[in-house]
């Protein structure tokens, strides 16, 4: 440090050490609020499998499948092999890309809170007209009303809970948002495992229900402070100062605040934010393309595929949804402990074997026309579930939580949007093609997956580095240590004492 004990300006400081504070139940009452966004998204991955393997809802909307899964005429792998019946899928996840784009400008420039309640309605009304739904272009709609939703709400609700939380405990608040997910996940499967039951009209229980989050996103989201930096983001300092003091239950917030208003000053586009552009682009892409969804949304249509039975498929969900949801919480007890990278690679070792082993089982005792034993069925589901494991104490949170937690305040929004956008446009892509990729590569769609997780799994070694307890306002020195992203971050500016006066140097 040269000027005789100078010090460096904006978010460079290091100021970390200097935060006051602690969590107050106000941030706790926030942040649960907040999180009950993710469970719109869980409860729609969960519901979307089971309502698509129920012959009445195949009966009334896809005859054609209907009749290829009971004829016998199709193999066990392409039997829902149908572009309209993935399109109720993926239409979703296509209308949240766009969604996702449009709530960017929303979040900055109105508030998260505004884009969180707007997610709540819209989804509110999807899930009404899917419950109602007389016919495809009813139903469609609907799906598409619920990816406006969700797309408000994934770009808004992890971006909330990073801003509202300290920087020590910043993981495991933030994952509240992965755990109402999966708890929304498990929801929904147990809904189906129940409604099932009631025949003709189940499918429009399982689908109305999603009212039920929804409306209590739309009510807490309304009674929701604003958070600080988003206060900031739109000149309101000085409230944005009162509610910091707030959340942190202190008035001593000067190093806090002081980062926020000086990491206000940045720019997306600009060289020095490339590596938080790659992490929010590549991330959430790896997430997806490790094969998570073509197990959440297809899980029933996927053990039914394998030789299940209706109702055995259906429990297999519910056993793998449990799994997920008990896995987020060992993450949220370990993400700021053990920290972010050592969760990710072990993680994807993990998802590696299980996918590797998943296919051997299949390509040797399963084929076109033949089941797999009771025993090797039992392996499957153990095997699957041990994957759904590593998924949800590592890439399953990490893959929201990384990309939410290191864009400065000016960029913030954007980035997010990006991560919510790429999420969603690889999650399109797989929602509406796995169909199509079972029927042609068989048991070797699990080695397609192995494939990938093995380059996300090389990608975090070598290029994402650990942001552990680090303040998001000072995630740039984070780059600026790392081997390869220092080329693109700036030095850090100092003032530097020659002759009597300051002059800035970067360093």
């Known amino acids: 440090m040269a000027g005789g004990g100078a010090q460096p300006l904006g978010v460079h400081k290091e100021r970390a050490a200097q935060y006051k504070g602690r969590v107050t139940p106000y941030v706790v009452y926030a942040c649960l609020v907040a999180a009950v966004g993710g469970s719109i998204f869980g409860y729609d991955i969960g519901i979307s499998g089971g309502v698509t393997s129920m012959d009445p809802f195949l009966k009334e909307f896809f005859p054609v499948v209907y009749h290829q899964k009971n004829s016998g005429s199709q193999n066990n792998y392409c039997k829902y092999n149908n572009q309209g019946l993935a399109a109720f899928t993926s239409s979703l996840y296509l209308a949240g890309l766009v969604a996702s784009l449009a709530a960017s400008p929303v979040t900055r420039n109105y508030g998260r809170k505004v884009s969180i309640v707007c997610g709540g309605i819209s989804f509110?009304?999807?899930?009404?007209?899917?419950?109602?739904?007389?016919?495809?272009?009813?139903?469609?709609?609907?799906?598409?009303?619920?990816?406006?939703?969700?797309?408000?709400?994934?770009?808004?609700?992890?971006?909330?809970?990073?801003?509202?939380?300290?920087?020590?405990?910043?993981?495991?608040?933030?994952?509240?948002?992965?755990?109402?997910?999966?708890?929304?996940?498990?929801?929904?499967?147990?809904?189906?495992?129940?409604?099932?039951?009631?025949?003709?009209?189940?499918?429009?229980?399982?689908?109305?229900?999603?009212?039920?989050?929804?409306?209590?996103?739309?009510?807490?989201?309304?009674?929701?402070?604003e958070t600080p930096n988003s206060l900031i983001?739109?000149?309101?300092?000085?409230e944005g100062r009162r509610v910091l003091e707030k959340i942190r239950?202190?008035?001593?917030?000067?190093?806090?605040?002081?980062?926020?208003?000086?990491?206000?000053?940045?720019?997306?586009?600009?060289?020095?934010?490339?590596?938080?552009?790659?992490?929010?682009?590549?991330?959430?892409?790896?997430?997806?393309?490790?094969?998570?969804?073509?197990?959440?949304?297809?899980?029933p249509v996927l053990f039914q595929s394998m030789g299940f039975g209706g109702n055995a498929s259906l429990l297999s969900s519910v056993l793998t949804g449990g799994v997920l949801c008990g896995s987020t919480v060992i993450s949220i007890a370990l993400v700021d402990k053990v920290g972010r990278r050592k969760l990710l690679i072990s993680g994807g070792i993990q998802m590696i074997v299980c996918q590797v082993i998943v296919a051997i089982i299949l390509g040797v005792e399963f084929g076109d026309d033949k089941k797999l034993t009771k025993g090797f069925s039992v392996a499957v589901v153990l095997v699957v579930c041990l994957f759904v494991l590593a998924f949800g104490w590592s890439w399953g949170p990490l893959g929201w939580t990384v990309p939410s937690e290191i864009f400065a305040l000016e960029t913030r929004s954007a980035g997010q949007s990006i991560t919510v956008a790429v999420n969603l446009l690889f999650t399109f892509a797989i929602a509406q093609s796995f169909l199509s990729l079972l029927c042609a590569l068989k048991f070797g769609i699990f080695l397609f997956f192995a494939g990938w997780i093995v380059v996300m799994t090389v990608f975090v070694y070598f290029f994402v580095p650990e942001t552990k307890g680090v303040p998001i306002e000072e995630m740039t020195l984070l780059w600026r240590k790392h081997w390869l992203w220092k080329r693109f971050v700036p030095g850090v500016p100092i003032e530097v004492e020659e002759d009597g006066e300051f002059t800035k140097n970067n360093k």
């Open 124 to 225: 509110f009304v999807g899930a009404t007209l899917n419950a109602a739904a007389v016919n495809l272009a009813m139903l469609i709609l609907g799906r598409i009303l619920l990816g406006v939703g969700i797309g408000f709400g994934n770009q808004a609700v992890p971006l909330y809970l990073s801003e509202m939380a300290p920087a020590h405990l910043r993981g495991a608040l933030n994952m509240m948002f992965q755990l109402a997910t999966t708890s929304g996940i498990l929801t929904a499967n147990l809904i189906n495992s129940g409604t099932q039951h009631l025949h003709s009209w189940g499918w429009r229980l399982s689908l109305g229900l999603a009212a039920a989050p929804a409306l209590v996103m739309t009510i807490g989201g309304s009674l929701l402070p």
């Open 233 to 238: 983001e739109q000149g309101k300092v000085d």
């Open 249 to 299: 239950g202190t008035k001593e917030v000067d190093a806090e605040f002081q980062d926020m208003v000086e990491a206000s000053e940045l720019n997306i586009l600009e060289r020095r934010n490339w590596p938080q552009l790659a992490m929010a682009i590549f991330m959430p892409a790896f997430q997806i393309l490790g094969g998570i969804n073509s197990i959440l949304f297809y899980a």
